[in-house]
């Protein structure tokens, strides 16, 4: 068996760490359960090591969503130009760009202020995984518009023509248009962007053409856009950094947070056993990161419950070179996707279950694979903000079942 490998290099990265901790190695406790295939194991290993990595320069420009806003210290802006245009010959006397809502995150959101800037400089879609865009500041306004934040009536915004003129004249001259908040709201509006799954729901650039005779009325959908996020928490007000104080893990999107754990009991796993199945489980703790209040609200309920769990085949000792199995990519045997059920992180059904024993652990104690360690994130983890808070230490567990060969009887 061959695999593909995958480095995956964090230069933009905070790794912090939430706690490693030594457990010895205990033998299995078996099960008085005898099969055709020998005696039957139900085993449960702590983590012997747990960790989240922070990567805040994310590539948004395949999510689903733009968003624009701040809350709990989080703050989104969205880059969007759109890439068709009305053609040079034609009158237009007046032009539109709508948005349509995808969703709120936070509380009691107000009706705001979108201010919307001309940008001067040539970006492209991973504009926020490039340092000069979290600090760019745009000098021309070209509109300024309160607007009533609700979740579905679209969002309408003049477009100055000579803007829109000066676009049609020169490609060069398109930058688009930087989308900001004039002031703090206490929430992140989402809309849906160019790469979402219902194209009548793209941002929309809508004009009014004058001709001789007639009027009449055209649109264009086709453009690229970006989510710029940041987050901006300092001293005791950083979630990350009372994850790390009160030994809890964070799995992230928008500024993502992974999860790395490690369990050294496989390798002292038995050669003569078939696998049968095999889940992780996470808890998720329901409480406020900073005052530890029942209830996270930065456990955004538009952000599908869906993630992903990856192989770790090689690390350096502190975490910033991790060394992926890539096989997943090719075979849906090997997707091994991860779902919030009952409180927990954990595998959502025996298939998955079942694929991971089979696919990953057996190949492993047939000296088929490597495995250093396990790596979690969000499925979508680009899409919008969205903070899990998990507990660590002994409560990060990995159970196996297993059938102890007895060798007399083959």
Known sequence: MSYKKLFLLIFMSTVIWSCQQSDSIKNPVDLDLNDLYGKYVDTTFVATQDTFLVDNRLDT???????????????????????????????????????????????????????????????????????????????????SLDISVNDS?????????PVLNKWIDSEENNNGLLFQFAADAGFIYEFHSSEGVDAEKWPRLTYRITGDTVVT????????????????????????????????????????????????????LPSNIILEEANLEIPVVDRDIITDVPGNPLDNDNH?????????????????????????????????AMGQIDGKITLPSKTYRKN???????????????????????????????????????????????????????
């Open 304 to 336: 599908a419950e869906s993630f992903y769990m990856r192989i770790v085949e090689e690390t350096n000792e502190d975490l910033t070179r991790i060394e992926l199995d890539s096989s997943f990519t090719s075979s849906l045997n090997y997707s091994i």
């Open 153 to 161: 009536d679209a969002v309408s915004i003049p477009l100055q023509l």
């Open 356 to 410: 991971f024993a089979e696919y990953y652990l057996q190949a492993f104690l047939d000296g088929q694979q490597t495995i250093d360690g396990f790596y979690l994130h969000y499925q979508y983890e680009n899409q919008d903000i969205s903070v899990k808070r998990l507990a660590g230490m002994d409560s990060v567990k990995l159970n196996i079942k297993y059938f102890k060969i007895n060798n007399t009887r083959y």
């Open 217 to 268: 009325k055209d649109s264009t959908n086709i453009a690229v856009d970006a989510s710029i996020l940041d987050y901006n928490g300092q001293g005791s007000a950083n979630i990350f950094d009372q994850a790390l104080a009160n030994h809890h893990l964070l799995l992230s999107s928008g500024i993502a947070s992974r999860l790395f754990l490690r369990f050294d009991q496989i390798h002292s």
């Open 61 to 143: 420009g395949n999510s689903r969503k733009i968003l624009v806003g701040d809350y709990q210290n989080f703050q989104a802006d969205f880059l969007l130009k759109f890439t068709a245009l009305p053609d040079a010959d034609e009158q237009i006397d007046s032009a539109y760009i709508n948005l349509y809502p995808a969703g709120i995150f936070g509380n009691n959101p107000q009706n705001v202020t979108l201010n919307v800037y001309e940008v001067d400089q040539a970006w492209e879609e991973d504009a926020n995984a490039q340092d000069r865009w979290h600090s760019y500041s745009p000098t021309t306004l070209v509109q």
